[in-house]
């Protein structure tokens, strides 16, 4: 699977942006999908997640501002973050497991939320 994301930039403190991950296969058969970040000289963190049930989880730092969602029709993963804050600016990677539980991820989208 290939995976593309897109739709980082800058924005400023209290904004908004929608990330989307596309995939180069349908992603109703992935078993599980999600979007890291990883900030300067810190550890890649999960952001959000959801499987192939829409179950959805996401990180304590991002509850009540950020929704992840799919789109089986399109074969992409979009990620809704609200009222951004400069510790949210992060390269963000979308990740995907197969069936096979195989994981693949994409190459990152720069966030950087600053006035």
């Known amino acids: 699977v290939q995976l593309q994301a897109s739709g980082g930039g800058l924005v400023q403190p209290g904004g908004s942006l929608r990330l989307s991950c596309a995939a180069s296969?349908?992603?109703?058969?992935?078993?599980?999908m999600a979007w890291y970040r990883q900030a300067p000289g810190k550890t890649r963190e999960l952001v959000a997640a959801i499987t192939s049930g829409a179950s959805t989880n996401y990180a304590d730092s991002v509850k009540g501002r950020c929704t992840i969602s799919k789109d089986n029709a399109k074969n992409t993963m979009d990620l809704q973050i609200n009222s951004l804050k400069p510790e949210d600016t992060a390269v963000y990677y979308c990740?995907?497991?197969?069936?096979?539980?195989?994981?693949?991820w994409g190459r990152g989208t720069q966030v950087t939320v600053s006035s």
């Open positions: 296969r349908s992603v109703s058969n992935l078993n599980y």
């Open positions: 990740k995907a497991i197969d069936r096979r539980l195989l994981a693949y």
